[in-house]
């Protein structure tokens, strides 16, 4: 596990809570939040299937944590609280919207554009030759490492600009559109 770097815990929470967004901590097995009743953490319970652990001491938290999660249904600022931890850490973290009300910020090694670099050397692959599909900022760091990468039509503009094609939304097949249109075509036309 890439854990983040523990002197930058404390101010990855200070950044997230200044801009009123909940903060979640996921260390070790654990997942950390200060009230067990606030937005999305019912949600959240169901997709981990365990409950979070309930501390006011968030900032104390510092080895060995995997992942800092600022929540907030206010959208907007949880965009703004996406530039202010990369302008706040820079390289030293990977901060990325995994949904448009959730920032992840965790190891700048431990993101989905790692993942299409060690899927490259695991299938023994150039990355050119590998596809991505997504539909999120945080896509955005998986499509910069991939030979081909197609957004989802429900992906914001910005998503929608930094990849190479653009398919239909999920609620219209996008994926199977895409592999369609952009990977099966592509291939029978290459070969």
């Known amino acids: 596990m890439k854990a983040l770097p523990a002197e930058l815990v404390p101010q990855i929470v200070s ?3 200044e801009r009123r967004l909940d903060v979640w901590v996921y260390q070790g097995s654990d ?4 009230n067990a009743d606030a937005p999305h953490v019912a949600r959240e319970q169901w997709t981990v299937k365990f409950a979070p652990v309930v501390t006011d001491k968030l900032e104390t938290l510092v080895d ?3 992942k800092v999660v600022g929540v907030g249904d206010d959208l907007d600022a949880v965009a703004r609280c996406e530039k202010d931890v990369q302008a706040s850490c820079g390289l030293s973290v990977s901060a990325a919207r995994s949904q448009p009300y959730y920032l992840d910020v965790t190891h700048p090694k431990a993101n989905k554009g790692e993942v299409v670099q ?7 692959i150039s990355p050119q030759e ?3 599909i997504g539909d999120m900022p945080n896509d955005v760091l998986m499509f910069v490492k991939s030979g081909v990468s197609i957004a989802m039509g429900n992906a914001s503009p910005e998503v929608q600009k930094s990849a190479t094609y653009v398919t239909t939304s999920s609620e219209d097949e996008g994926f199977a559109n895409a592999m369609e ?3 099966l075509q592509r ?3 290459n070969s």
């Open 15 to 17: 950044v997230i809570e």
């Open 31 to 34: 997942w950390f939040v200060r």
């Open 64 to 66: 060995s944590v995997a």
């Open 118 to 124: 060690i899927m490259s050397e695991l299938l023994k």
């Open 130 to 132: 590998i596809a991505t």
């Open 181 to 183: 249109k952009f990977i």
């Open 187 to 189: 291939n029978a036309a």
